[in-house]
């Protein structure tokens, strides 16, 4: 194995490692956001006590694949730098960690008009047959 075990002390989780740095937040952003619009968007088969049954498998790993797609992945390359795992080793880049985030960082990107799956993909009712 080519690495070095490294432990990450408690509470820094949040500066220190590229998911939490970077990606979390914009990908649970665009998958909340599909999710959101799913349940505007009416028109859902209903259990017998009348509560809305939940999106299918297929249409929720639609979504997650879309929501990764959101993700820049410029922002995963500026992750690691920012949590010092890949900065030039002549120091040069260290101070990369306590830097501000640049606009854009980890922002949510702008979901396109092409995300939108009311015009394909099962209904809820064939969703529910699944």
């Avoid at 009348?50 to 790993?61: D, E, F, M, S, Y």
């Avoid at 900065?87 to 922002?107: F, H, I, K, R, Y």
């Amino acid at each position: 194995m080519n690495g070095d075990l490294v432990i990450i002390p408690g509470g820094m989780t949040s500066q220190l490692q590229v998911l939490d740095v970077v990606v979390n937040k914009p990908f649970k952003y665009h998958l909340r956001k599909r999710y959101t619009e799913w349940l505007l968007a009416g028109n859902h088969a209903l259990t017998p006590s009348g509560k809305i049954l939940k999106p299918a498998v297929r249409r929720l790993c639609e979504w997650i694949l879309q929501a990764w797609a959101d993700v820049y992945p410029e922002s995963i390359v500026n992750g690691f730098k920012k949590c010092c795992i890949s900065n030039a080793m002549d120091g040069s880049e260290d101070d990369v960690l306590w830097e501000e985030a640049e606009p854009g960082d980890a922002q949510p990107k702008k979901v396109s008009d092409e995300s939108d799956d009311s015009e394909s993909g099962p209904s809820d009712a064939e969703d529910a047959a699944q």
